[in-house]
């Protein structure tokens, strides 16, 4: 389980490295809930708005 | 505590430090704080840091949603659900009057209908057959737990069905969150909220007393219980938001799934603005994925500080599978429920949001289903 453990962390870590290097930057962290018309966590609209 | 297989940080011995896995943990932590602050990004850093101590508090509080709602549900011992409570409680201080009053900040607010339903009761039902929920899959898969590993694996792949699912389940219909500061203003809101989580405890330790559990939660749960409240506030206070833990696998699942060739740009649900965002932005620039790395390395922390890690077995296949069935319910589920433990019934009833209390009615009837099933799959009841 530990040889797992350490495969999962490597590969995962290299992964998000990978990602957010190549991935462009919003100048700062943020949650679906930051866009207008978000109703939810996830960023789903309201209902109303349908 | 939530699963069998990881326990909490007692007085550790020297030779009882994993140094491996603490340095990797510690070493992790470092890595994603630094490249986040070489963005220029303190409070991504706090983010990565506030899930961190998360961790560290929910492995030494074995603080457990799963097995505190078990109990409650088979044996009417309420202590760990109280424990729940008072989290809600402290977090609620700060997060209604703040969210209602500070511009940039707001609380977790979700709408009301079929799909809040369909996806709490659903989730309670993965949570009771993976035994753990949003934040006790993400520590004790960071604690050491392989099964919980699959769990998460399991979660990822789920959520990332939930969220092609979940535009058709808002079309049923619904209506739109209910807030307590919205119709009673700031503190007005707060002071109905802390009445609510004052009320629901009111319940709990009355059918608590009928059934004759007990009703005193451990001292660890206490002492964790105000920790994990006092961090749920660190992390709003860093993003802006109640601290939510479901949206980041949601992410993870659906990069991996891009990088697998498949193409989720086109589906509804990611090209809402805050998804697609997050789909084409870094991972490091959503909020509950930091937190969820920092909570993941936090408890792997504790873990290796306390014994050597992840040196159990794997279990047996049936509890496996239990688990990836489990996984996958509580993914969709959390999809279509607007989040888990955390997200949905801890952060919406922290923000005065109807739909927190709305969720836990429903994910309580799944658990039972969960915890009927468990026997299927070699699970005890307990």
């Known amino acids: ?50 | 505590m939530t699963t069998a297989t990881v326990t909490a940080p007692q007085s550790a011995r020297a030779g009882d430090i994993d140094l491996l896995f603490l340095a990797t943990a510690l070493l992790a932590t470092g890595v994603l704080i630094a490249l986040v602050l070489l963005d220029h990004q303190p409070a991504s850093a706090a983010l990565i840091a506030g899930g961190f101590g998360l961790g560290v508090a929910f492995m030494w509080a074995e603080f457990s949603f799963t097995a505190s709602w078990r109990r409650f549900l088979t044996r009417g011992d309420a202590g760990g659900l109280l424990g729940g409570l008072i989290v809600i409680a402290v977090a609620a201080v700060a997060i209604v009057p703040v969210a209602a009053l500070v511009p940039k900040f707001g609380g977790a607010i979700a709408p009301l209908g079929p799909s809040l339903v369909v996806g709490a009761f659903t989730f309670g039902v993965g949570m009771q057959l993976a035994n753990g929920c949003g934040s006790g899959t993400l520590y004790t898969a960071g604690g050491g737990s392989g099964r919980m590993l699959i769990a998460l694996l399991f979660f990822i792949i789920g959520s990332v069905f939930g969220s092609l699912s979940l535009p058709a389940f808002l079309d049923l219909g619904g209506i739109d969150p209910v807030l307590a500061s919205k119709y009673f203003g700031p503190w007005g809101g707060l002071t109905v909220t802390l009445a609510s989580i004052v009320l629901a405890a009111a319940i709990v330790i009355a059918v608590a007393r009928k059934r004759g559990g007990s009703i005193v939660p451990r001292t660890g749960m206490i002492i964790g219980g105000i920790a994990i409240g006092l961090l749920c506030i660190a992390v709003f206070a860093a993003g802006g938001h109640p601290w939510s833990v479901t949206f980041g696998f949601t992410v993870w699942g659906a990069k991996a799934a891009t990088a697998l060739g498949f193409d989720l740009s086109h589906a509804t649900f990611w090209t809402w603005p805050g998804p697609k965002h997050a789909l084409e932005g870094s991972i490091l620039s959503d909020t509950s994925s930091l937190t969820d790395f920092g909570m993941i390395f936090g408890a792997m922390a504790a873990a290796a500080a306390s014994r050597p890690f992840a040196r159990t077995a794997w279990p047996p296949a049936k509890s496996l599978l239990a688990t990836a069935v489990g996984g996958l319910l509580m993914g969709w589920g959390a999809r279509l429920g607007f989040g888990c433990n955390i997200g949905a019934f801890v952060g919406g009833v922290s923000s005065g949001s109807l739909h927190g209390w709305i969720w836990f009615l429903a994910a309580l009837p799944g658990c039972l289903i969960g915890i009927r099933l468990r026997p299927l799959f070699g699970l005890s009841k307990d």
Do not use: N
């Open chain 1, 1 to 50: 389980m530990r040889l797992t453990y350490m495969v999962v962390i490597v590969l995962a870590l290299a992964a998000v490295v990978f990602d957010h290097l190549s991935s462009p930057s919003s100048g700062r962290a943020v949650s679906p809930e930051d866009f207008i018309g978000a109703c939810a966590p996830c960023g789903a609209p309201c209902p109303s708005a349908k």
